[in-house]
Each structure stands twice: as structure tokens, then as C-alpha cells.
């Protein structure tokens, strides 16, 4: 059985050498599928699919970082309103919680704004 110490030793080994063959995995299955483009005569530079641009990029992310801002905030003030009893899991899910329901909150408003303004245009 392996001790403590001798794990704590081994765990970023591993992590360095999962990420390493993950990157290296990436890299490979790209390189093959060009290759494969090649083999059947076709250019891969041309297979480029014009992604749609979002023109609320901004917005999307204006809203996410003001959710979680408010969540934070909120957090931070129930925190301190709190008695000092509580344990620190109760207090450190309260915070990632509300980011999270703030956060998407945020994303869910940004959402209902684009598609009132596609709807909008997409009458014009």
C-alpha cells in the first residue's frame, strides 16, 4: 500500500502526463483527418465553415460578469449577516451557488434580449 507521501509524489506525474497525451491525442486526430482530406483530393483549408457572427457577444458577457457580480455581492452579505456558527462548506456553497444562479441568470436575460432583437430584424 502506498503511503501519503508517496502519492502526493505521484499525482502530479500523472496529471502532467494526462495532459501531455491529451494535447498530443489532439494534435494526432487533427494531423489524420487533414491527411485523410488530402488522400480523398480534397483542400482542408477550404472545409472552413463560416461560423455566424454574434453581435451580442458583448452583451452576453456584460450580463454574466453583472450576474455573477451581484451573486458575489449577495453572498458576501448573507456571509457577514450569518452567526459565526456556521461551518466553512455551507459558506463557500453559498458563494458558488449564487454566482452560479446569478451568472445564469444573467446569460438567460442576454438570451431573451437576442431573441427579441433577431425576432425584431428578422420583421424588418
Not at 18 to 40: H, S, T
Not at 48 to 56: L, M, Q, S, V
Amino acid at each position: 500500500m502506498m503511503s501519503t507521501q508517496q502519492m502526493a509524489l505521484l499525482i502530479p506525474m500523472v496529471v502532467t502526463t494526462a495532459m501531455f497525451a491529451m494535447v498530443f491525442g489532439i494534435f494526432y486526430l487533427y494531423n489524420r483527418e487533414k491527411m485523410a482530406m488530402i488522400e480523398r483530393g480534397m483542400d482542408p483549408r477550404s472545409n472552413k465553415e463560416a461560423k455566424p457572427i454574434n453581435r451580442n457577444y458583448v452583451l452576453t458577457w456584460g450580463l454574466l460578469l453583472i450576474g455573477a457580480g451581484v451573486g458575489l455581492f449577495l453572498a458576501f452579505l448573507l456571509d457577514y449577516s450569518m452567526p459565526t456558527s456556521k461551518t466553512q462548506d455551507i459558506i463557500a456553497g453559498l458563494y458558488f451557488s449564487l454566482i452560479a444562479i446569478f451568472g445564469g441568470t444573467g446569460l438567460f436575460v442576454a438570451y431573451l434580449i437576442e431573441k427579441k432583437d433577431t425576432k425584431k430584424r428578422e420583421e424588418e
